[in-house]
């Protein structure tokens, strides 16, 4: 008999406390227990640092216990709280290794707050953790993910600081047993000794002392063997292009690249790839952030693409990253979200210039008309060509042109940006390059580039098509450059025997252009100014209006998820592979580069665009 209870009519009672009766699902498991960590470490941390109650009831038992036991045993508390916290991200991920190290620093922890806190609350809590994890312990199996050392250095400099915050909290947890009134200088002092074993300058009363330093001890041999284990422990590096896989990638783009303009980007050199049994398809990522990112659709043949997913998504859940595509199809989000149960959502479009339909004639094109002609006026002249036809030092040139006009220290873009020019292969890349004679300098023997003034490089679209990949140009030349290039690729594209040109992404690029309409509503309008808001740093609405100029059509792109909650995951990872989050350490004396900023999709777009625009 079903029964209603509180409004709830989606079973029985009895089928309910059943469920309860099971405990959580599987799939859950994990993250209570992370959660679980998390608190039990924090439980421990405090049972460490604060002082503890002497109205216990086992105080007096405790007291015929050998003299360093209860400091000892306040400083393991410690140190198994910080390394639970330490572990609990991992044991969410179903890491094996966190499941492991947590089995064995539970006990401890339970044993600490037992000699020293005397607390059987917390001992419990950590003994029923340690039976949580022997229960579902086939839920922990995932794989390490990529690592290099550079993570001890990041560990040293995040755990010593993380010590410090905490050893003064320790310094000043015993306020009645301080001797004195040590000032902020002394605390830090004392902390900054403890961490090496040390004496400092606060003093205690009884054997406050003795505890204060075994904490703050542990602290700096926390902080010591992970950065020595981080640093000594086998590497195990990110996936990358072998030379083989390049070869089978280049064999499946030469007979089926033409069905995707982001295909020649999977041949970037960071990324991993993954192929279907038969070889006919591949999947290219990268792993950020815990994140699986694809980009783009599957290169290869259709009919193998479920072969080549489903071993994306067992790589995945080896590793236990979160999967997620960027930029595919609408062909492939359907394939995508068919064969996983993903989801797809529209994240903007690509900009596609037919090259028969181009024309700069037209009330539409005349902007773009009066800015080519005067820049032409102004002396600048163009050359548009095949990687292959430029000689070794035309190409050594652009090459040095293009890193030292980057607007950044590291290079942007992953889903569609190569992030080289002219590598073996890469022959039937398309260059367009602007000219102008220096007249101080005819010969251009002055200037490092000599007469060149702004690069634009595109990427083979199958046989008759090229995508944009960067846009580069020197400061010192006039505004215009990159619409003077796109233009005389277009006008010699016939003659390259290339039939369309996929420019830009544009994200959000529907909302933009419904936004600005007669009759938006509230919601869109609001959306719409954010968006335009957001383009101060991501030139996501001056992007748009670029592309806008050259009358392209626009084909959808989006972006596949597992859930709504984890795209912020997502979006951050997207923008770490995109260059426009860097975690890595500051690098003080790399030099500043001027020029062009980057687009939220690879492509360099100059930082004069809307000015451009105006001036038109």
């Known amino acids: 008999m079903s029964v209603t209870v509180d409004g709830d009519k989606s079973g029985s009672v009895p ?32 049972a460490g640092v604060l002082p503890r109650f002497r109205a216990s009831k086992m105080h007096a038992a405790a007291e015929v216990l050998p003299g360093t036991l209860g400091p000892l045993s306040a400083a393991l508390s410690l140190s198994a709280g910080v390394l639970l916290l330490l572990l609990a991200h991992g ?60 993570r001890a250095l990041a560990n040293f400099v995040l755990m010593g600081a993380g010590s410090i915050a905490l050893g003064l909290v320790i310094v000043s947890a015993h306020p009645r047993r301080v001797i004195g009134s040590p000032s902020l ?60 896989d390049e070869a089978r990638l280049r064999d499946l783009l030469a007979k089926h690249g033409a069905r995707d303009s982001l295909g020649h980007f999977a041949l970037r050199r960071d990324k991993g790839v993954v192929f279907s049994p038969s070889g006919k398809a591949a999947v290219c990522y990268r792993v950020v952030s815990g994140v699986m990112l694809a980009s783009g659709d ?33 062909t492939g989000g359907q394939v995508w979200t068919r064969e996983t149960g993903l989801d797809a959502l529209e994240l903007g479009d690509e900009a596609i210039v037919d090259v028969a339909d181009f024309s700069l004639s037209g009330r539409a094109m005349r902007n773009v008309r009066q800015m080519v002609k ?9 050359k548009v060509r095949r990687v292959s036809d430029l000689s070794d030092g035309e190409l050594e040139r652009v090459r040095r042109a293009a890193e030292d006009w980057r607007g950044t220290d590291t290079e942007r873009g992953f889903s569609m940006a190569l992030g080289r020019i002219g590598g073996p292969g890469d022959g039937e890349a398309v260059i367009a390059t602007a000219h102008k004679e220096d007249p101080g300098d005819p010969t251009g023997t002055h200037s490092p580039y000599g007469d060149l003034k702004a690069i634009i490089h595109f990427v083979p ?22 619409e003077l290039l796109i233009v005389a690729a277009l006008q010699n594209a016939p003659r390259l025997g290339i039939e369309r040109i996929s420019l830009n992404f544009a994200m959000f690029r529907a909302a933009l252009a419904r936004g600005e309409k007669i009759g938006a509503g509230p919601v869109l309008r609001m959306w719409r100014g954010l968006l335009v808001f957001l383009s101060r740093w991501f030139q996501i609405e001056s ?74």
């Open 185 to 244: 200088t002394d605390r830090l002092e004392h902390v900054l000794y403890g961490l090496f074993g040390a004496e400092g300058p606060v003093d205690y009363a009884g054997n406050t002392g003795w505890t204060v330093g075994y904490q703050l001890g542990a602290l700096g041999m926390l902080t010591a063997l992970t950065t020595i284990y981080l640093a000594f422990r086998p590497e195990h590096p990110a996936a990358r292009l072998t030379e083989d």
């Open 298 to 330: 599957p290169i290869g043949d259709v009919e193998a693409w479920p072969g080549a997913i489903e071993r994306f998504m067992d790589e995945a859940k080896a590793h236990s990253w979160t999967p997620a595509v960027m930029g595919c199809s609408e």
């Open 461 to 482: 679209w199958g046989k008759d098509g090229m995508s944009l990949e960067l846009m580069r140009r020197d400061r010192s030349a006039d505004p215009g450059m990159n």
């Open 15 to 46: 089928d309910r406390v059943r469920r309860i009766l099971r405990g959580p699902r599987p799939e859950r498991v994990p993250a209570l227990v992370g959660t679980a960590c998390t608190v039990i470490g924090l439980v421990d941390v405090a």
């Open 91 to 150: 044991l969410k991920r179903n890491k094996r290794r966190a499941w492991r190290a947590a089995v064995v620093l539970l006990p401890l922890g339970a044993a600490a707050q037992l000699t020293w806190r005397h607390s059987v609350t917390g001992a419990v809590l950590s003994l029923v953790l340690l039976t949580l994890l022997g229960v579902h312990r086939d839920q922990f199996a995932a794989l390490p993910d990529p690592r290099s050392r550079w």
């Open 374 to 382: 005067r820049i032409e006026r102004n002396g600048y002249t163009t």
């Open 543 to 616: 992007l748009y209006k670029f592309n806008a100029k050259f009358q392209p059509r626009w084909e959808p792109r989006f972006v596949v998820y597992r859930k709504s909650g984890d795209l912020p995951r997502i979006g951050f990872a997207a923008m770490q592979a995109e260059g426009f989050v860097n975690l890595s350490l500051p690098r003080p004396f790399s030099r500043r580069r001027r020029t062009a900023e980057p687009h939220p999709c690879g492509h360099i777009v100059p930082a004069q665009t809307e000015h451009e625009a105006h001036a038109a």
